[in-house]
């Protein structure tokens, strides 16, 4: 089994209940004896990034919840540290952050790769101990990341996909009905 660190994903159980999780596959980012924090990588908000960001001039760049925290900021990952100086590198080639100055002027100018960036309103936060909790409650099934599967503007396949990629036993739970109760 991985363990808790940055680059893992955190595929929500099939039967998890909470709203803001259900269906979701969380990157960690970050994980301390503080605490951890990540990104959903396939909810998508209801706003782009130019109605969020007046600066920003490119309409219809997709954001997506980040996770109940902190609503009022945004984030991104990217696999442009060449473009993007600042990042934090949280998977051999991925990277969390950065200068969000440069990504605005990058996106106006035309020199940034959509495909190879993510866009977060908010972030997924847990406080000491509380994560590994939600694990012994098999609220979360670990997984190594896939980095394609994470830029895949396809987001409802995210979640299945993840799954899929864990092989048979974990293939199975993609095709689970959100609830059973109704079969």
Known sequence: MDTLAPGILLIADPFLKDPNFARTVVLLCE???EGSFGFVVNKPFEQKLDELIPAVAVPN????FGGPVQLDTIHFIHQMPDLIEGGFEVFPGIFWGGDFAVVV????AGQLDLAKIKFFIGYSGWSSGQLEGELTEKSWILSRIHPPL??????????????????????MMANFPIDPQLN
């Open 150 to 171: 994470l830029f895949d503007p396809n987001e409802q396949e995210i979640w299945p996909e993840s799954l899929r990629q864990m092989g048979n036993n974990f293939a």
């Open 105 to 108: 002027e990058l996106i106006n």
């Open 31 to 33: 994980h301390q004896e």
């Open 61 to 64: 760049i997709p954001v997506y």
